[in-house]
């Protein structure tokens, strides 16, 4: 009995040791083991940079279609969504008085060129008078001067002869006055023609009706809109973007357009103006970004976005944006030599949309770089012990 109840306290002393060796082996390869790191390499890739920004569609040149005169619009001929030419009908207003006044002025018109034909016929019978009375003066005189009449005989033909001079004078003066009545009539008819142009309103230029602002029986007054007309050739996303995302952002730039309508078509296009003030609060500048080609359809207002290109490399040493961090105030990436972590500061270039990142020097390009979590790279220290994942 007493050899059997050794060998039991011998076999529990055994398992006891053999499973606290269980235990210290268990401790060293899970919480004692150093941590398991994933690693990639240097790669060759070609690499194109992008800026983001977000907008909406706006049109450079939007002008309202309005009235020069007040009137009610008796019928309309275009609607939004139209493309119209410039010259094209668009509407037409009552006219109905124009039009008598273009009549009153054009009668004005007759009235006053009878009167100038009128003037000008007193004022040649004037200087028919004036021509005959010197005559008769200058003869009387050379007759008084001989004694063969009186002398106040040829004073009153001296004074007729005064008299026919003064009635030339008014009746030269009485002409200019026809004419100027004349041409004031003419122009008073031009302004009445005018007016009545006016009440049919027709597009000034080229463009796409973008809102009908009144209806057939309103009353328009002069400068109000009726329509308001954009210039499809010349429409663009007014995007903004950030201001840390600037370098490189300059006119000429291509991007890609994508509208809120469509989100799965980008459309080509070119950055054509960059804002000279950005946004205070949120610290953002307009950039407007053309359309290559007008859209087929599009709306003002709309949602867009845009990615504008600001640099393209071909076959540059890259990596995984995620694999870059900070290690006492300096920029790099960890690798892995002879199983610990070793900080290597580097020099980025551009950085894609894939969050792949240009190197410019700071690798040699054949060491494996650590691929780290954020969890891990807040406690990676130099010269840290790592298992590479396989």
Same mark, same amino acid.
């Given at each position: 009995m007493t050899l059997i109840h050794t060998l039991r306290r011998h076999k529990t002393a055994l398992v006891r040791t053999a499973l606290l060796?269980?235990?210290?082996?268990?401790?060293?390869?899970?919480?004692?083991?150093?941590?398991?790191?994933?690693?990639?390499?240097?790669?060759?890739?070609?690499? /194109?940079? #992008?800026?983001?920004?977000?907008?909406?569609?706006?049109?450079?040149?939007?002008?309202?279609?309005?009235?020069?005169?007040?009137?009610?619009?008796?019928?309309?001929?275009?609607?939004?969504?139209?493309?119209?030419? #410039?010259?094209q009908?668009?509407? #037409?207003?009552?006219?109905?008085?124009?039009?008598?006044?273009?009549?009153?002025?054009?009668?004005?018109?007759?009235r006053a060129a009878a009167?100038?034909?009128?003037?000008?016929?007193?004022?040649?019978?004037?200087?028919?008078?004036?021509?005959?009375?010197?005559?008769?003066?200058?003869r009387y005189r050379n007759l008084a001067d001989r004694n063969l009449v009186s002398r106040q005989e040829a004073e009153q033909h001296e004074t007729a002869w005064r008299l026919a001079r003064e009635e030339e004078a008014r009746s030269s003066a009485a002409l200019e006055a026809?004419?100027?009545?004349?041409?004031?009539?003419?122009?008073?008819?031009?302004?009445?023609?005018?007016?009545?142009?006016?009440?049919?309103?027709?597009?000034?230029?080229?463009?796409?009706?973008?809102?009908?602002?009144l209806e057939k029986g309103a009353v328009v007054s002069p400068g109000q809109s009726i329509f308001t007309l954009a210039d499809p050739a010349v429409v663009w996303v007014r995007a903004h973007v950030d201001e840390s995302q600037l370098a490189g952002v300059a006119v000429g730039r291509e991007a890609a357009i994508s509208l809120r309508s469509a989100p799965e078509r980008a459309m080509q296009g070119r950055v054509a103006r960059v804002g000279m003030e950005s946004d205070r609060v949120t610290e953002e500048l307009a950039v407007d970004v053309a359309f290559a080609a007008p859209p087929p359809a599009f709306r003002l207002g709309e949602q867009s976005d845009v990615l504008i290109t600001v640099g393209t490399k071909r076959g540059v040493p890259s990596l995984p944006a995620a694999a870059l961090t900070s290690h006492g105030g300096k920029h790099g990436v960890w690798t892995v030599s002879e199983g610990r972590l070793r900080f290597k500061p580097v020099q980025v270039g551009i950085e894609d949309r894939q969050g792949v990142t240009e190197i410019l020097s700071g690798l040699a390009?054949?060491?494996?770089?650590?691929?780290? /979590?954020? /969890?891990?790279?807040?406690?990676?220290?130099?010269?840290?012990?790592v298992r590479v994942s396989p």
């Open positions: 060796a269980a235990l210290v082996v268990l401790v060293k390869a899970t919480i004692l083991a150093p941590p398991k790191v994933t690693t990639v390499r240097v790669e060759r890739r070609d690499l /194109t940079a #992008r800026v983001y920004g977000n907008g909406t569609v706006e049109a450079k040149e939007v002008v309202g279609v309005s009235s020069k005169v007040t009137g009610r619009i008796v019928s309309l001929h275009a609607d939004q969504g139209d493309r119209v030419r #410039r010259g009908i668009l509407a #037409r207003l009552e006219s109905d008085e124009y039009a008598a006044q273009l009549g009153q002025a054009e009668a004005g018109v007759s009167g100038q034909s009128l003037e000008a016929a007193t004022l040649a019978k004037a200087r028919a008078n004036l021509e005959l009375a010197e005559r008769n003066a200058a026809a004419r100027m009545e004349s041409a004031a009539g003419r122009a008073a008819r031009g302004v009445a023609r005018s007016r009545l142009d006016d009440t049919v309103i027709r597009a000034p230029r080229d463009g796409i009706i973008v809102s009908r602002d390009g054949a060491e494996p770089v650590v691929l780290p /979590t954020p /969890t891990q790279a807040k406690k990676f220290r130099d010269g840290m012990k």
